[in-house]
């Protein structure tokens, strides 16, 4: 069982940034695509962005040039650095670990909110 640990979130006006990191408790970290989504109230939840084991970055249309993701394999660690933050960005966060097709795990969440 993988553990992922959100943080980061918080209540940011709207044009400002905030970075989002997600921890994880394991050794094999270097074998997973990690992820980013995000729910909205009274919304599925939605892809944001992710990174494959090459470090090939994926992008919603939505936040394509506000938002980039990155990890760090030596810390166990992804992160989502947000930029030019609209009101339509505030949600609930969520990390996520794919493990090809074998696995996948989901952080607890973590709260973004843009408001003036």
């Known amino acids: 069982q993988v553990q992922l640990v959100e943080s980061g979130g918080g209540l940011v006006q709207p044009g400002g940034s905030l970075k989002l990191s997600c921890a994880a408790s394991?050794?094999?970290?270097?074998?997973?695509?990690m992820g980013w989504y995000r729910q909205a109230p009274g919304k599925q939840r939605e892809l944001v962005a992710t990174?494959?084991?090459?470090?090939?970055?994926n992008y919603a249309d939505s936040v394509k040039g506000r938002f980039t993701i990155y990890r760090d394999d030596a810390k166990n660690t992804a992160y989502l650095q947000m930029n030019s933050l609209k009101p339509e960005d505030t949600a609930v966060y969520y990390c996520?670990?794919?493990?090809?097709?074998?696995?996948?795990?989901w952080g607890q969440g973590t709260q973004v909110t843009v408001s003036s």
């Open positions: 394991t050794n094999n970290f270097a074998l997973y695509t």
């Open positions: 996520n670990a794919q493990w090809g097709s074998l696995a996948e795990w």
């Open positions: 990174i494959s084991v090459s470090y090939s970055p």
